[in-house]
């Protein structure tokens, strides 16, 4: 069964840093790209950033280009996504969300979704 | 950016009716390797998205066969033949043919 394990949300102020990790298990993770998808409470879906399965081919929403930086430990089947110089506006929930057999295009499987709050 | 519009925005139903959703692309989804990537999502209440349909009309294992999808170019639907309960929920379309990959705004399915 596949699982995709976020954590490292919380709150932080504008300005600031956190480090999202997804634990993943249930599939050859080093197989399929990976993404990460945020969801503002009660609001819409936006694509954050894709990395593809060895690591060499990465993708940003131009929202978080030059402050969000994706990427993946093939052996410890963890994908991670370091965000800096935080925004009020970057307050939502972030999904971890497996690739499929065509890459991100058919993406699948997603995580429970971690909460990341900017606010003073 | 591809942009992706879904209507209705808000479709009541009543258990045991048909239900229909449009999405509408801003572009073409013919990818270079003759597929389609279009996607649904279905998100109920206080869960993460499931997917549903990829590639327009294959139905992802374990969902129901009430739920169909078709469409071509930049006109795609999504249809349910007998909405049940378990149905509530907001439904996104989703793009991967262009990146940034983009969702429609979803549909929220609610029973009358």
């Known amino acids: 069964e596949v699982q995709l394990l976020e954590s490292g949300g919380g709150l932080e102020q504008p300005g600031g840093s956190l480090r999202l990790s997804c634990a993943a298990s249930g599939f050859t993770f080093s ?14 879906l936006e694509w954050v950033s894709t990395i593809g399965k060895k690591g060499t081919i990465i993708y940003y929403a131009d929202s978080v280009k030059g ?15 370091q965000m800096n110089s935080l925004r ?4 939502a929930v972030y999904y971890c969300v497996k690739g499929g057999p ?19 | 950016d591809v942009v992706m519009t879904q209507s209705p925005l808000s479709l009541p139903v009543t258990l ?19 597929n ?11 869960q993460s998205p499931r997917r549903l349909i990829y590639k327009v009309s294959n139905r992802d294992s374990g ?20 909405v049940e309960a ?5 439904y996104y379309c989703m793009q991967g043919t262009h990146w940034m990959h983009t969702f429609g705004q979803g549909t929220k399915l609610e029973i009358k």
Request: proline content about 5%.
């Open chain 2, 16 to 34: 045991g009716q048909p239900a229909s959703i449009s999405c509408r692309s801003s572009q073409s989804l013919v990818y270079s390797d003759g």
């Open chain 2, 63 to 82: 969902v129901p066969d009430r739920f169909s999808g078709s469409g071509s170019g930049t006109d795609f639907t999504l249809k349910i033949s007998r």
């Open chain 1, 88 to 91: 009020v506006e970057d307050t």
């Open chain 1, 102 to 120: 065509a890459g991100a295009r058919e993406s699948d499987y997603w995580g429970q979704g971690t909460l990341v709050t900017v606010s003073s």
């Open chain 2, 86 to 90: 378990e149905d509530v929920g907001v």
């Open chain 1, 67 to 81: 402050r969000f930086t994706i990427s993946r430990d093939n052996p410890k089947n963890t994908l991670c996504l």
């Open chain 2, 36 to 46: 389609t990537y279009l996607n649904w999502f279905q998100q109920r209440p206080g």
């Open chain 1, 31 to 44: 197989s399929y790209s990976m993404s990460w998808v945020r969801q503002v409470p009660g609001k819409g």
